[in-house]
């Protein structure tokens, strides 16, 4: 479903503060892999992200999603493709316009616009039974203006309006990590339903090791903008946070604490 082949990004390019953000990565996911992605600050985690979804076009190598070269593509024709969650939950939404205008908006990503009504009857009724499903009573409030949501009611809005109309990649950039506890668990939680109901190909960021091994069926470790290592399968269900810093320790030479692996 995606195979990144060779790709680098540099930034600063020719100058003093030239800095190497992703270096050679290669990486094939297939259709229904669930990876999720940890490494410490400036491991080059979001610029991997930004890359897939055309924030930035590689300096070296291609990106191939679907069978289809998208390399030279501009973020907006990728959107058509790729559905994203931020950490910030104020990102992913407008907030001036209401839940049913900005659903309606997320159900025609992809299609070409006209002169029609964007919310009709038919789709109205389809927005009300996604958000029910949703149990955040949302569907009772199509008319409230998405700025009046809290943290979690609109990081999980985001995360339905990124995967209504199932993308061949979801792409989750550090997505509950702005939320408190109880509203963290909730929208890890939708998450792991939506993901496995659509088996939706996924990419997920996050500096939670515990969340990083719980979900999904790969990990991937970033360090200096390379693949460190990488685990999946039994071996995944299997690991522990000590095993991951073990296998750094192992790999770099270096003895780190999580906090310190993943802050430094």
Not at 123 to 147: M, N
Request: proline share 2%; aromatic share 4%; glycine share 8%.
């Amino acid at each position: 479903m995606l195979q990144l082949e060779n790709v680098s990004k540099l930034f600063f390019t020719g100058t003093v503060n030239q800095r190497v953000a992703v270096r050679k990565i290669n990486l094939t996911l297939e259709d229904g892999d669930f990876v999720t992605v940890i490494g410490s600050n400036g491991a080059g985690k979001s610029t991997l992200l930004n890359l897939i979804a055309g924030v930035y076009p590689p300096d070296r190598g291609r990106i191939v999603l679907d069978g289809k070269e998208i390399t030279s593509w501009e973020e907006a024709r990728r959107a058509a493709w790729i559905g994203r969650v931020f950490q910030d939950p104020a990102a992913g939404t407008a907030p001036r316009m209401t839940i049913a205008e900005n659903l309606a908006i997320a159900y025609r990503r992809g299609q070409r616009r006209g002169l029609q009504w964007g919310l009709n009857k038919a789709l109205r009724e389809q927005i009300e039974v996604a958000l029910a499903d949703l149990g955040l009573g949302l569907e009772h409030r199509l008319q409230t203006k998405v700025g009046l949501l809290s943290g979690g009611e609109r990081q999980a809005l985001t995360l339905l309006m990124a995967t209504c109309t199932q993308p061949r990649l979801l792409l989750l950039d550090e997505h509950t990590a702005a939320l408190d506890p109880s509203k963290a668990a909730l929208v890890t939680q939708l998450t792991e339903r939506l993901v496995a109901e659509q088996r939706l190909t996924t990419v997920m960021v996050t500096h939670n090791m515990e969340q990083a091994l719980r979900l999904g069926n790969r990990l991937i470790m970033l360090h200096s903008g390379r693949i460190l290592f990488e685990i999946q399968g039994s071996e995944k269900r299997r690991a522990t946070v000590r095993d991951l810093l073990e296998a750094f320790h192992q790999l770099q030479g270096e003895t780190m604490t999580e906090d310190e692996l993943l802050m430094n």
